[in-house]
């Protein structure tokens, strides 16, 4: 299973970016999917996360600024980034855990997209 990340980018504080992550097979049956980021020096950490009921949780920093939301299929997971701040400055992941076919059961990474804020 392979996740494919993309949408980083520059950006401005104050600006938008939109991160998408899709795994490469539709027919899988995914659990939870989220986001996670890690900048320079410091230890990976979760964003956003949304399991497949709709549930969704959100870091504190970026709740109310950030927005995840998955596609029909739910193999795809998307993460709109409004109101951006240095701080947000990062490598973003996407991750998902896969429930079926069995032989596939786990959590998949994503490769890693750059998002930067400039000030």
């Known amino acids: 299973v392979q996740l494919q990340a993309y949408g980083g980018g520059l950006a401005q504080a104050g600006g938008s970016l939109r991160l998408s992550c899709a795994a490469s097979d539709i027919s899988l049956l995914i659990g939870e999917m989220g986001w996670y980021r890690q900048a320079p020096g410091k230890q990976r950490e979760l964003v956003a996360v949304i399991r497949s009921g709709g549930d969704i949780n959100y870091e504190d920093s970026v709740q109310g600024r950030f927005a995840i939301s998955r596609d029909n299929a739910k193999t795809s997971v998307y993460l709109q980034m409004n109101s951006l701040k240095p701080e947000d400055t990062a490598v973003y992941y996407c991750?998902?855990?896969?429930?079926?076919?069995?032989?596939?059961?786990?959590?998949?990474w994503g490769q890693g997209t750059q998002v930067t804020v400039s000030s």
């Open positions: 991750t998902a855990n896969v429930l079926a076919p069995g032989r596939l059961r786990g959590i998949y």
